[in-house]
């Protein structure tokens, strides 16, 4: 088993990045662009002060890390402030959007639904339960096709 990188911020850099470098967000943490090219990081937070990823999602990151799972985001490292677990860095699908099902035509509809019952399929015999099925949470190139799932850290991993 590879250990997973750590990146570490200062609080200053940390609410930097998620008040000037915000790209998205959700109920318990905002997207924002990473250090290196083609990279976000994902970082928890309560009212812009840094917040405990929490040791469960970052279990599921390092064993994401370490089995390199197809058909999602791929975690790189981890981030940090001072001694706390704050988020993690992931690869930015650059060409995929989310999914925005209402505007796909009838055959891309079926393609994309049928698609992503595969992917789940796949995902179970790897042992990880994807539950949080939402467009948002899909990205979709609509020209080749390519479907990959966000958000990976609150999924089931195994026990975890």
Request: proline residues 4%; aromatic residues 12%.
């Amino acid at each position: 088993m590879k250990s997973i990188p750590n990146i570490k911020l200062s609080e200053k850099e940390f609410k930097y990045l998620i008040t000037e470098c915000r790209v998205g967000f959700g109920g318990e943490a905002t997207i924002c662009e990473g250090s290196r090219d083609y990279t976000l990081y994902k970082l928890f937070s309560k009212f812009h002060e840094p917040k405990p990823m929490g040791d469960n999602k970052e279990k599921k990151i390092i064993e994401l890390y370490n089995r390199q799972i197809d058909y999602s985001v791929k975690p790189l490292s981890t981030v940090s402030v001072g001694d706390m677990i704050v988020g993690y860095e992931m690869l930015d699908e650059i060409d995929l959007e989310s999914a925005e099902l209402c505007f796909l035509p009838k055959e891309q509809l079926l393609y994309f639904l049928k698609e992503t019952k595969r992917i789940l399929e796949y995902f179970s015999n790897k042992g990880i339960i994807y539950a949080d099925i939402e467009p948002r949470n899909i990205l979709f190139n609509k020209e080749s096709g390519r479907i990959v799932f966000c958000d990976m850290d609150n999924t089931q991993v195994d026990d975890l």
